[in-house]
């Protein structure tokens, strides 16, 4: 008799861990790229797609940010896109790297400079995938709520995007909750 709990038992341990296994999976650390080249990073990228998001709820089409270096080393972001009425919406910030030079890891914010003390005001900005020759990436952020994948072109061919989705499933992101941007 105790053999057989002992085996039911050991079975409804196994069913279990077989079930968990891809939510254990989510919560492993989020890695980033090894490095990042600032000065490659700088200049315009395109949103290609996102997870939604109460912050860009206004947006239609044409989602973009700019990047620029600024002489105290801390990044300039301006972050554009068209609402449904065609009119530009614009929200001006700052990142900055938490790391060496070549650290892909940012914190980046868009409240004012004054608030700048604050640690809550600075989010997590974590390049997890990133082309050889900087024509895409992927940003999210250590709890995976977050999710940009963005291309120097407004639009990305469907073979990049497809290995791309591939590659976020690896790591554990929910690709459906993906949603497409318009340019």
């Not at 994948?149 to 690709?175: C, E, H, N, V, W």
């Given at each position: 008799?105790?053999?057989?709990?002992?085996?039911?038992?050991?079975?409804?341990?196994?069913?279990?861990?077989?079930?968990?296994?891809?939510?254990?999976?989510?919560?492993?650390?989020?890695?980033?790229?090894?490095?990042?080249?600032?000065?490659?990073y700088?200049?315009?990228?395109h949103?290609?797609a996102?997870?939604?998001?109460?912050?860009?709820k206004?947006?239609?089409?044409s989602?973009?940010?700019?990047?620029?270096?600024?002489?105290?080393?801390?990044?300039?972001?301006?972050?554009?896109?068209?609402?449904?009425?065609?009119?530009?919406?614009?929200?001006?910030?700052?990142a900055?790297?938490?790391?060496?030079?070549?650290s892909?890891?940012l914190?980046?914010r868009?409240?004012?400079?004054?608030?700048?003390?604050?640690?809550?005001?600075?989010?997590?900005?974590?390049?997890?995938?990133?082309?050889?020759?900087?024509?895409?990436?992927?940003?999210?952020?250590?709890?995976?709520?977050?999710?940009?994948?963005?291309?120097?072109?407004?639009?990305?061919?469907?073979?990049t995007?497809?290995?791309?989705?591939?590659?976020?499933?690896k790591?554990?992101?929910?690709?459906?909750?993906?949603?497409?941007?318009?340019?």
């Amino acid at each position: 008799m105790r053999h057989r709990w002992f085996a039911g038992g050991l079975w409804l341990v196994l069913v279990c861990c077989t079930a968990l296994s891809p939510a254990l999976a989510e919560r492993a650390p989020l890695k980033t790229v090894p490095s990042l080249d600032v000065p490659r990073y700088m200049g315009t990228w395109h949103e290609i797609a996102k997870y939604p998001n109460w912050f860009q709820k206004s947006c239609a089409s044409s989602t973009q940010a700019t990047y620029a270096l600024q002489a105290n080393g801390q990044l300039q972001v301006l972050n554009r896109c068209k609402t449904d009425t065609g009119e530009w919406r614009e929200a001006l910030g700052a990142a900055r790297q938490i790391g060496g030079a070549a650290s892909p890891q940012l914190k980046v914010r868009f409240a004012p400079e004054w608030l700048s003390f604050i640690p809550l005001v600075w989010g997590d900005y974590w390049i997890i995938e990133l082309d050889p020759d900087y024509q895409w990436v992927v940003v999210s952020e250590p709890q995976r709520e977050y999710l940009w994948i963005l291309s120097r072109a407004p639009q990305m061919p469907a073979s990049t995007y497809q290995a791309l989705l591939g590659k976020l499933d690896k790591l554990g992101f929910d690709t459906q909750r993906l949603q497409a941007s318009k340019p």
